[in-house]
């Protein structure tokens, strides 16, 4: 059974720190996604990843897959309030999104 | 474009009764999954819908069920309702089995067992 671990499970950055979101997988899988939800809100879609050494960047958040070592990160430049949110990766395998347990990102003045 | 839309947003029902939620998917996708997500955990796949088919199921009960339509729009229904199943139900759609392309969530139901 594929398993999906991302840590830390809580962050709690100061404006203007550079931090690093880890998500490790289980299983094989070049499929690699991030989202974020708001409380009770639904997923946004932040980046599709699709192949080993894929990086993509939008804004302050760059995330990068390495599918050898089973591991995606997201990485957080210059935190500001409003990137707070609770973060997930998700591995794709057999049509279905497996998610992590979930980062939720705290950051403050 | 269109994006994902759901309903009803808010929902609550008594232990042992029936739901219906729906789900409209976005304009050119032909793929519709569905997630349940409690409160403080990452989002569990239910199944998902492919030409009107099911096309992979998680680790669900025979009393979750659910359609796609020729439009591509579905509708999730669970039996004989447990308490346990208070949670927010996420669909999502996406082109083909959204491996490309990513899948587009809805803003989900929130559903409340009482």
């Known amino acids: 059974e594929l398993k999906v671990e991302q840590n830390p499970l809580f962050l709690s950055m100061q404006e203007g720190k550079n931090y690093t979101i880890y998500c490790n997988y289980s299983?094989?899988?070049?499929?690699l996604y991030w989202y974020r939800q708001d409380p009770g809100k639904s997923l946004e879609s932040l980046f599709v990843?699709?192949?080993?050494?894929a990086v993509k960047q939008e804004g302050r958040l760059m995330a990068s897959l390495d599918t050898k070592a089973r591991l995606s990160t997201l990485h957080i430049t210059a935190a500001v309030h409003d990137l707070s949110a609770t973060y997930f990766c998700?591995?794709?395998?057999?049509?279905?999104?497996?998610f992590g347990t979930g980062t939720r990102l705290q950051v403050t003045l | 474009e269109t994006g994902v839309t759901q309903s009803p947003t808010h929902l609550i029902k008594t232990r042992g009764q029936q739901v219906t939620l729906r789900c409209s998917s976005q304009?050119?996708?032909?793929?519709v999954s569905w997630y349940q997500q409690a409160l403080g955990q990452g989002p569990q796949f239910i199944f998902q819908?492919?030409?009107?088919?099911?096309?992979g199921r998680g680790n669900f009960p025979p009393r979750f069920s659910g359609l796609q339509f020729p439009n591509y729009s579905s509708e999730l229904n669970v039996n004989a309702l447990e308490l346990d199943d208070s949670a927010l139900y996420l669909c999502?759609?996406?082109?083909?089995?959204?491996?490309?392309?990513?899948?587009?969530f809805g803003s989900g139901t929130r559903l409340t067992v009482v």
């Open positions: 299983t094989t899988s070049d499929r």
């Open positions: 990843l699709l192949s080993n050494g």
């Open positions: 304009s050119g996708h032909n793929t």
């Open positions: 999502a759609s996406s082109f083909f089995l959204g491996t490309d392309y990513g899948y587009t």
């Open positions: 819908y492919y030409r009107e088919e099911e096309n």
């Open positions: 998700a591995v794709n395998t057999l049509s279905k999104l497996t």
